[in-house]
């Protein structure tokens, strides 16, 4: 069976050709696909014969919502999708004034293994599809009757560590006869692969890049960060140059405040100096308390701001969306995970 959503418009296009269908019929399936149907009658617009052909050669994935936690505070949307197997992943809808944004996943669970993330518990069970992927976008906007506007990779997974599928996304998310979403309303997040930084470089998208850094040292990125130990922050941040001077995109370095292991005024300064020659950003992130880990939240978050902006650094200090509905980094499918236990 072919997953018919997973495919981009000349491919359905191509297919179409293939079954003898006039070029047309391409583009309304690929337009059906991307309002979110979930089955072939509802394609009203195609001939009955070439409904019953494709429903007997492909499937539209559809995911269910098995979860769903609205914020009290801010309107932030949590979902849980089960998916066609059963796995589930997150999804999270965030009201920001410039629009509104999903947070999605890019596999099921994550074999990263960073130390104060819920995600990684349990280690990666499959890579989602680019179908998969497009629905948290589709079916998050079709059950909330929200518009969306931006989407970040920063859910669930290393969205570098399933490459491919990363590309395919973004191309069908991008397109003009489905969501046509722009690349630089769309940022992906990443622990810092940089065989895949390089390689996402020479595709030229004008999409955001952040890299989460967590630490500007070596003792302390490996220790929290396990991909560091191969990497190494000197490489990561000679990559990051590349990365700027192929795309002229500035990165944005995620920075997560942990208790007494990464918030010191030396590392500040360090980070301000790595920051030097490589153009971008920092966002300081208050660490979500994660139950399986021991690390606590920063309490010096406004101080480690002001030091790195004496030094001349941007900073930003992430706003907390939907505190009460554990709407971070993997914590609702762990919950779940430990109930089913
Ligand atoms: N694998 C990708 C994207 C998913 S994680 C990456 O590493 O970037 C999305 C962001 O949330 C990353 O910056 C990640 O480091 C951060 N994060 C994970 N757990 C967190 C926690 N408990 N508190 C704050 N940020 C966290």
């Given at each position: 069976?072919?997953?018919?959503?997973?495919?981009?418009?000349?491919?359905?296009?191509?297919?179409?050709?293939?079954?003898?269908?006039?070029?047309?019929?391409?583009?309304?399936?690929?337009q059906?696909?991307?309002?979110?149907?979930?089955?072939?009658?509802e394609?009203?617009?195609?001939?009955?014969?070439?409904?019953?052909?494709?429903?007997?050669?492909?499937?539209?994935?559809?995911?269910?919502?098995?979860?769903?936690?609205?914020?009290?505070?801010?309107?932030?949307?949590?979902?849980?999708?089960?998916?066609?197997?059963?796995?589930?992943?997150?999804?999270?809808?965030?009201?920001?004034?410039?629009?509104?944004?999903?947070?999605?996943?890019?596999?099921?669970?994550?074999?990263?293994?960073?130390?104060?993330?819920?995600?990684?518990?349990?280690?990666?069970?499959?890579?989602?599809?680019p179908?998969?992927?497009?629905?948290?976008?589709?079916?998050?906007?079709?059950?909330?009757?929200?518009?969306?506007?931006?989407?970040?990779?920063?859910?669930?997974?290393?969205?570098?560590?399933?490459?491919?599928?990363?590309?395919?996304?973004?191309?069908?998310?991008?397109?003009?006869?489905?969501?046509?979403?722009?690349?630089?309303?769309?940022s992906?997040?990443?622990?810092?692969?940089?065989?895949?930084?390089?390689?996402?470089?020479?595709?030229?998208?004008?999409?955001?890049?952040?890299?989460?850094?967590?630490?500007?040292?070596?003792?302390?990125?490996?220790?929290i960060?396990?991909?560091?130990?191969?990497?190494?922050?000197?490489?990561?941040f000679?990559?990051?140059?590349?990365?700027?001077?192929?795309?002229?995109?500035?990165?944005?370095?995620?920075?997560?405040?942990?208790?007494?292991?990464?918030?010191?005024?030396?590392?500040?300064?360090?980070?301000?100096?790595?920051?030097k020659?490589?153009?971008?950003?920092?966002?300081?992130?208050?660490?979500?308390?994660?139950?399986?880990?021991?690390?606590?939240?920063?309490?010096?978050i406004?101080?480690?701001?002001?030091?790195?902006?004496?030094?001349?650094?941007?900073?930003?200090?992430?706003?907390?969306?939907?505190?009460?509905?554990?709407?971070?980094?993997?914590?609702?499918?762990?919950?779940?995970?430990?109930?089913?236990?």
């Amino acid at each position: 069976m072919i997953d018919l959503k997973s495919m981009t418009e000349a491919e359905i296009t191509g297919l179409m050709r293939e079954l003898g269908e006039p070029v047309f019929r391409g583009k309304q399936v690929f337009q059906w696909l991307h309002r979110g149907v979930r089955s072939f009658e509802e394609m009203t617009n195609l001939p009955k014969s070439l409904r019953e052909k494709l429903a007997g050669s492909c499937f539209i994935t559809a995911p269910e919502v098995e979860r769903k936690q609205i914020s009290q505070l801010d309107g932030t949307i949590k979902y849980l999708w089960r998916l066609g197997d059963g796995n589930c992943v997150e999804t999270v809808l965030m009201r920001y004034r410039h629009g509104n944004t999903v947070c999605i996943s890019s596999q099921v669970g994550c074999r990263m293994g960073c130390q104060f993330c819920a995600s990684t518990i349990g280690g990666k069970v499959r890579d989602l599809t680019p179908a998969e992927m497009l629905d948290q976008v589709l079916f998050t906007q079709l059950d909330s009757g929200t518009e969306i506007s931006n989407i970040v990779l920063m859910g669930i997974g290393e969205p570098l560590d399933n490459f491919d599928t990363v590309l395919r996304f973004l191309e069908l998310v991008n397109s003009p006869d489905g969501l046509n979403i722009g690349m630089r309303h769309i940022s992906l997040s990443t622990c810092g692969l940089i065989e895949q930084i390089d390689k996402l470089a020479e595709h030229q998208l004008q999409l955001t890049l952040s890299v989460s850094l967590h630490a500007p040292d070596d003792e302390t990125r490996s220790q929290i960060m396990p991909v560091n130990r191969s990497v190494g922050v000197e490489k990561l941040f000679a990559c990051c140059k590349r990365y700027f001077h192929t795309t002229g995109r500035r990165i944005s370095y995620e920075y997560a405040m942990i208790d007494g292991v990464n918030d010191s005024d030396w590392q500040a300064d360090l980070l301000a100096k790595h920051l030097k020659g490589a153009p971008g950003h920092v966002n300081l992130i208050p660490l979500n308390d994660v139950a399986e880990s021991p690390l606590k939240p920063s309490r010096r978050i406004r101080e480690f701001q002001t030091r790195l902006e004496r030094q001349g650094v941007t900073v930003t200090v992430r706003r907390k969306l939907g505190g009460d509905i554990d709407a971070s980094c993997g914590q609702l499918r762990r919950k779940r995970m430990e109930e089913a236990e």
